[in-house]
């Protein structure tokens, strides 16, 4: 399990970088690797990715912390977790710098990316959707390494300490916001529903609508000094007093449409048995109910048959996931080749063009009269030149016979790619997961056993009729 969250830098990205990057934290900095900079040059390599991008915003990097559980992951682990979060995030177009902190109870990584992607000059943009990708990304690397996963739609806006305590049930906010819920499933109003949240020993302020009313409600367990608010924030967009008074209106509403007598007809679906999965009809509950059991097994039939017309023949069913199996395996074995090549070319992308950019103050300096006062003046521009030179030389690359255009061309065209791959290995896993259902759901029905093939067979010719 990892918690992840992020915030902008608009300043101090040194000290970021050092504080990330403490040995103390980082076992001697054995814990800390980069991408396109390193960890004494990262704010000399950020700021000249950001002179390229035409964007204004103040942002000049983002320190992105993924925690895990304790005791969960071990240091090597939970760093190559964060390497390859970063990799999957930034697509090798961003400069990186990743430590994992083995100083407090739980192993935690830090990112600190630039704001500014090396390939396209374009500035990173942090909103719920990026978040919510993140968290997807994360996720998914706990599921590939054996870890355990937030339940999505558990962790909203809380701190790790707040999560933690909410999976006991000790979370006073999680007390809170059950006893509103069940104080608007018990009232008819909104004035109800205050009074009854009162009642249930909370002290309530800011519940009033109008202009000279607090923007937010308010609660106060008596055994808490302080209020929280009923915020996005705090609580979650349910808890706002907008949406408590919207939420028993529309429960009044709902009651209503029930009450209409007769409501109009509309064509009923057609619906696809081939995406259920078949009634276990071994529980209790249908040797004690013949009519339950009876309307278990038309559904299972439904399905059965259903999964069956589609495909054709269990054989074929056999065919057809073999063959998307083995598309989805080629695809991602070739995306995840895709993707080296594309981090190392956005690398060598990178470098080239803080090599190029930066060409002209190496070459001034070599002419200069006072070499030591004109370093002292372009200490910067000339410390990225030789450290980008370095780079292409170690990448088997002439800097002077450099073309920055062909190797952006190449990027685009692998990129392009890699999101073709992408979207066919997605297809090919649904699919093949689709079919599988329907494979499931013909052995179970026909009691079929992979060592019986019998059921799909057709009879031989050859044999003599009783």
Known sequence: MAYTKIHAITSTVNKAVDY???????????????????????????????SKTSQSDPNKAYHLIQSFFPGEVSYKEAHKIGIELADKLLEGKYSYIVSTHIDKGHVHNHIIFCAADNVNHNKYHDCKKTYYNIRRLSDDLCKEHELSVITPGEKRGKTYKEWQAGKSNSSWKETLKSDIDEAIKASATYEDCIALIRAKGYEVKGEDFGEKSHKFISFRPLDRERFVRGSVKSLGAEYTKERIKERIEEKALAKDKKRVPFPTRKKPLVKDYSKKNLIDTTEDKFAGSPGLKHWADIQNLKIAAASYSQAGSIAELEKQIAAKSTLAKTARQSLVETEHQLKDLGQVLKYAEQYKSNRIYHVRYQKSKDRDAYFRRHESELILHDGAENMLKRYGINPKTLDVEKLRSDYNALYSKKQALQATYKSAEKEAADLNRKLDNLNQYLARTPESQIVDKKPDKSAQSL
Request: charge should be negative; include cysteine.
């Open 20 to 50: 990330i990057c403490n040995p103390e934290k980082t076992d001697d900095s054995i814990l800390i690797s980069s991408y396109g900079c390193s960890p004494e040059t990262a704010a000399y390599d950020f700021k000249f990715a950001l």
